[in-house]
């Protein structure tokens, strides 16, 4: 089991949230979450928060079409879910979702070799594109 400190709960929210700004993700927008009880989830969660937009949770038993109704009506340009399987949902209705900018997937080191496309990204790999965003853009959003 992971631990995470205050300090390290709090950077790793900042970081999803510079990660969703450096990808372009416009405010007010949605993040949809799918999976089980996970810090990497209430992680999203409230970066969302961080970064001015709306959280909202996907049951992890939703098929493809419940997921496609949830993002398109939550305008989601986030999509975060919990391993392949998960994943696997997105991909034959990715197509119906261009604003979506980016599938976060967590307890993943590496997709199969069949899943590709350049919006797929690892926790780890999300979490490291907000590096060269300064965090004064994300908390300048949280006192507002």
């Known amino acids: 089991m992971l631990k995470w400190t205050w300090n390290e709960y709090y950077n790793d929210v900042i970081s999803f ?37 709306i959280s909202s949770g996907v049951y ?42 980016a599938i976060v997937v967590y307890n993943v080191e590496k997709f199969p070799s069949d899943v590709k496309d350049k919006r797929y990204y690892t926790w780890k790999d999300f979490l490291k594109l907000g590096n060269d965003v300064p965090e004064e853009i994300i908390t300048r959003k949280v006192e507002i």
């Open 60 to 101: 992890a038993t939703n098929g493809p079409e419940a997921c496609l109704y949830q993002a398109e009506h939550s305008e989601a340009e986030i999509i975060v879910v919990d391993g392949v399987s998960q994943l696997k949902k997105y991909e034959s209705i990715l197509h119906k979702l261009p604003n979506v900018k």
């Open 17 to 53: 949230a510079k990660a969703m700004y450096a990808v372009g993700v416009n405010e007010r927008k949605g993040l949809n979450i799918t999976g089980f009880n996970a810090p990497e989830w209430t992680i999203a969660f409230l970066g969302a928060i961080f970064c001015n937009c």
